[in-house]
């Protein structure tokens, strides 16, 4: 059993009778034929097609997630001493961008139920010097943004969403990267809408920060050799476009038997009533980047789970204000609000195998290992 599997997805019939691989084929068939390896015609296709997609007016193809966030933060003018506030409970890519600026990351506590972080500690991190709030729309959900905008309008700070595991799922109808000031993703191979390497996007309706976070992808170039920002080379390589563009159609059904599979493990390990399901916030559905549950035991659990080939992961161990990275530069956790949910949470959580993909089989394989394992 694979705990993501990219490979079968290659096999699956487009409305047209061509398997994706061929469809791929096709592709970059095209792509060799004219030769356009950067910011050849697909990345303007691509974006077309994700901007409606998503719901909002630009979309900005570029080369990772990683890079969506540190462009967004660059677009916003954040500087060296600047705060952000953001999550302890995530992957390192989010505060590692605000680092890198020289900015410093605040961290605000996460709801015991969502994981994402909680609008009410973000707001008690708030000073004179935050300059923008990122929540992370971890698992596959959004964050509560209803809740997050309205105290962002308050102070006038702008939100980034990192919709590096979200993209696909929506909050009261909208889809997640169109949920706030600006929305980033990312499409490594392993997210819900993946490339076959690194590419990112980031989403607005702002037609001036989207100017802005255009350039700046593009070494701050507003026309050939003449350059108004400090930039980075972050584009898309036109090779991912094409392979995103292929892939998009199966995406919606992709996300319906994510969430099908989603609710099968909650609904086999909710009756069970031995472990701690993933909960959807009112109004969220969720693509379900990862299918995490909280257990006691966590070690002796993935020990007895390998050793019956049932594989496993931890999201996230380590709360990013205790990395050695981190720690290294100026960061603070809110002193009104420390972080003891993401804390219990990084000692409990465990990811179960999830994909689009996955069989019912090898689901009642897991949760029957599950069960032995735990009663």
Known sequence: ?????????????????????????????????????????????????????????HCIAV???????????????????????????????TSE????????????????LSYNIDPACIEAAITSRTKAIIPVSLYGQPADFSAINSIASRY???????????????????????????GTTSFFPSKPFGAYGDAGACFTSDGDLAERMRRISRHGQSRRYFHTDLGINGRIDTIQAAILLAKFELFESEVASRERIGARYSQQLGQAGI????????????VYAQYTIQVDHRLEVQTTLKEKNIPTAVHYPTLLCQQPAIKSCSSRCSEQCSSPNAQKASERVLSLPMHPYLSETDQDCVVAALKSTIL
Do not use: W
């Not at 059993?1 to 398997?19: E, V």
């Not at 592709?27 to 990345?43: D, F, N």
């Not at 919709?163 to 949920?179: P, T």
């Not at 472990?275 to 969720?286: C, E, H």
């Open 63 to 93: 080369a990772s997630g990683t890079d969506a966030l540190l462009i967004a933060l660059m677009a916003l003018g954040v500087q060296p001493g600047d705060e952000v506030i953001t999550t302890p409970f995530s992957f390192i890519a």
């Open 97 to 112: 961008t605000i680092a890198l600026l020289g900015a410093v990351p605040v961290y605000a506590d996460i709801d015991p």
């Open 156 to 182: 006038e700070i702008p939100v980034i969403e990192d919709g590096a595991q979200s993209f696909g799922s929506k909050q009261n109808g909208k889809r997640s990267c169109g949920l706030s000031t600006v």
């Open 1 to 57: 059993m694979q705990f993501i599997d990219l490979k079968a997805q290659q096999q699956q019939r487009l409305s047209d009778g061509r398997t994706l691989r061929q469809a791929i084929d096709t592709r970059l068939q095209a792509l060799l034929e004219h030769g356009q390896y950067i910011l050849g015609p697909e990345v303007a296709e691509l974006e077309f097609l994700l901007a409606n997609y998503v719901g909002v007016d």
């Open 275 to 286: 472990l701690t399901t993933p909960q959807l916030a009112l109004g969220n559905t969720s």
